[in-house]
Each structure stands twice: as structure tokens, then as C-alpha cells.
């Protein structure tokens, strides 16, 4: 590794012979040689040792509305210091944000270094009570983000996940303690959808999501309706009977257009009139926070 590059000690991981490691943050569990990095591209063996690469290394920050989170019932009116950086442990095929999530860091340190206090700092001179891992998987940054979070709680900030929950228990234990509010993107209520369409399943997605509703942080989840795909009322039915039975009908479902991009362009971009009928079913079984995005 040159001396240029800023590499973390990663925080989930198990050595295994011929100095390969095995990555415990995701369920994808990586065996990750020497010299390579994972699925995700941004956690690499160096030496036999797992390190993050994004660590203290945003690539986006901006000061957004809570609302574009999406999160509806969580500060609402305020806005929230979001950072991202690269690389995300799924590879969902109609990605809505691929520069970021498939873009990995070259061998070359490119940007300037944010440290988490630096990070706070920021949140709290744009007047931000909170601050925001999103844009890209945070998942794939947990250690990044665990300590921003640590420093932020510290000053009396909020944070906020945007997460697409496929993580680890082990992991999970750690990351979602340091979390006030939450938004889970569940991509789609099959195993079938989420082998196909994101290489990953979702159990774990699942599971993550009862984790934060049980440990009673601000939860909220999109479904991002892709036409011909998770959009028939067998798959939202039964979508909507899981939260009715694991979480409660209170939880804010919002329920998003997709638009063709990256890899997937089968679908055309959702009817308005796809959402309004899905918003209208839930409202009919008793969901009291319904919204629409990217209308
Ligand atoms: S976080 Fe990245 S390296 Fe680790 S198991 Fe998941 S995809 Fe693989």
C-alpha cells in the first residue's frame, strides 16, 4: 500500500489461511485474497489484514432536506449534513445511483480527508441537527460512520441511516445502536427479486429491518415500483402483511418511482397512476403514513 492512501482497520473480518480474509460486515460474506478487495470494491487485504478504504474519504457532501431522505416523520422541516462515499455490497441492476455505488477509489488518493470530527464540525456550522450516511451504501462504511456517530451524540446531533439493510447481525449490533432514524430501502418482497435484480436476497433485509423497529429507532422504508417487476398486488400484499405482522401499520411506507438507468432499461419509468393505486390498497388496510416519491 503507498503511503498516500488513508486505509482503516476494518472492524468485521476474520483472517483464514494463505493470509486471505473473510469479510463479516454483509451477509456476502467475501473471502477476499491478498491484494484484492471485496464485492463491494472498498474493503481490500492488505497483508492479511482487512481494511476500509472509504474511511474518512466522503466523495459527496451536501446539506438536504430530511425529506428527501426520504424520512417524513423524523425532524421534519429540517435539514441534515448527508455524506457519502463509494461502493455498495449489492449490484442491483436498475441502480439509481451508479456513479457512487458501482465507482470505486483507484489505487491514487484523489480527494481531501474528512475525519469525523471534521464531519461534525460541518454538520454543526451548517446548523444541521443531524447528519446523514446516504447516497451510497453506508453499510460498506460502517466503522466511518459509527465513529461520526459517536462524536455527533457527543454534540447533541441526531443520525440518520439510509441503508438497503443487507448487513450482518455481528455487524448490525454495533452500527445500529448509533442510529436515530433509519430508512430501509426494501427493494422488492421475493427471494426471486432480489437474486435476480440485486445479487443478494432478502432475509437478511428482513432481518435488519426488525432489528431497528425492535430496538425502537425512527424507522421508515421506501420500495422503489419497478413496472412488471414488484409492482403486482400479490407481491405489495404481501409486502404489506409482513409489516402488518412483524412492525405496525404507523410505520412510513413510501413507495417511489423508478426510472430506467444503468443496467436495467426493460421497465419504462412508473405510472403516477401505479403509485396512487398502491397508496390507495395500503390506505384501504389501515396504513396510516403512506408517501409517494419521485412524482
Ligand atoms: S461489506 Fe463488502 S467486502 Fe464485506 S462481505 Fe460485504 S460486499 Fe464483501
Redesign the pocket.
Known amino acids: 500500500m503507498t503511503a498516500n492512501i488513508t486505509a482503516h482497520p ?1 472492524r ?2 476474520k483472517a483464514l489461511d494463505d493470509r486471505k480474509v ?9 473471502v ?1 485474497p491478498q491484494d484484492e ?7 481490500k487485504n492488505v497483508g492479511g489484514k ?1 481494511y476500509s478504504l472509504s474511511y474518512g474519504r466522503p466523495v459527496a457532501l451536501n446539506v438536504d432536506p430530511i425529506e428527501k431522505k426520504p424520512l417524513a416523520e423524523f425532524l421534519p422541516g429540517s435539514r441534515t449534513f448527508s455524506l457519502g462515499t463509494f ?3 449489492l449490484n442491483c441492476s436498475f441502480c439509481q445511483n451508479d456513479s457512487l455505488s458501482r465507482g470505486a477509489y483507484s489505487g491514487v488518493f484523489f480527494g481531501r480527508c474528512f475525519p469525523p470530527e471534521k464531519i461534525v464540525e460541518l454538520t454543526l456550522a451548517n446548523n444541521c441537527p443531524s447528519v446523514a450516511f446516504t447516497y451510497n451504501e453506508p ?2 462504511f460502517a466503522e466511518y460512520a459509527i465513529d461520526i456517530a459517536l462524536l455527533a451524540h457527543e454534540q447533541g446531533l441526531k443520525t440518520v441511516l439510509v441503508s438497503n439493510g ?1 448487513i ?1 447481525p455481528l455487524a448490525a449490533q454495533d452500527l445500529y445502536p448509533q442510529i436515530d432514524a433509519a430508512n430501509i430501502d426494501m427493494k422488492g418482497f421475493s427471494e426471486e427479486f432480489y437474486l435476480s435484480m440485486t445479487e443478494s436476497s432478502l432475509k437478511p433485509v428482513l432481518t435488519a429491518i426488525k432489528r431497528l423497529y425492535d430496538a425502537g429507532t425512527h424507522l421508515e422504508i421506501t420500495n422503489l415500483v419497478i413496472p412488471g417487476k414488484n409492482d403486482s398486488r400479490e407481491l405489495i400484499s404481501a409486502w404489506l402483511d409482513w409489516v402488518e405482522a412483524n412492525l405496525n401499520k404507523q410505520v412510513p411506507l413510501h413507495f417511489s418511482a423508478f426510472f430506467p438507468a444503468y443496467k436495467y432499461h426493460s421497465s419504462p419509468r412508473t405510472p403516477k397512476s401505479t403509485l396512487l393505486q398502491i397508496k390507495e390498497y395500503a390506505i384501504s388496510r389501515g396504513f396510516t403514513a403512506v408517501c409517494l416519491g419521485n412524482i
Not at 478487495?37 to 474493503?43: A, E, I, N, P
Open positions: 476494518a468485521w473480518w473473510r469479510c463479516l460486515l454483509c451477509p456476502r460474506a467475501c477476499i478487495s471485496g464485492f463491494c470494491s472498498v474493503r482487512l461502493g455498495c455490497n453499510t460498506v443487507y450482518t
